[in-house]
């Protein structure tokens, strides 16, 4: 049991690489729009404070964000040419050594969106 959850927590840890790739490729010029449009999603659902399945779940929290996102940065890792993936990989790294992250203002958005839709149900059910 040790053994996977070692495992689930590496593969945990590259994610954030995999996800600040897709930030970048979403800023960059030479990403086709429908791929930027995905990627948008993608990221505000990783960058989302909001779970389907909260993370504090042993191994099935974990796991819901690693099937939903990997399976869609796959896809996308797909789509994005290849000159631009390493462009943008490069541009994670560096900044992921930096430990700086950018703003995600759509991710702000959507937490938003959640807050109010949590809220709006809260008050109808009392």
């Given at each position: ?8 927590k ?12 897709l ?9 086709p ?7 948008m ?5 990783a ?18 964000d ?14 994005v ?5 390493e462009e943008?990989r490069?541009?994670?790294?560096s ?15 959507v ?7 949590i ?5 109808l059910?009392?």
């Amino acid at each position: 049991m040790r053994n996977i959850l070692a495992k689930i927590k590496l593969a945990y840890v590259k994610l954030d690489r995999e996800v600040m790739t897709l930030w970048f490729s979403l800023k960059h010029p030479d990403t086709p729009w429908y791929v930027k449009l995905l990627a948008m999603f993608v990221v505000a659902y990783a960058l989302s404070p909001i779970d389907l399945i909260p993370d504090f779940i042993p191994v099935i929290g974990l796991l819901d964000d690693l099937i939903i996102i990997l399976g869609s940065i796959w896809l996308l890792f797909r789509l994005v040419p290849n000159k631009v993936l390493e462009e943008c990989r490069a541009l994670a790294d560096s900044y992921l050594q930096k430990k700086k992250k950018p703003i995600s203002y759509f991710g702000l958005i959507v937490s938003t969106v959640w807050i109010l839709i949590i809220y709006l149900i809260v008050k109808l059910l009392s």
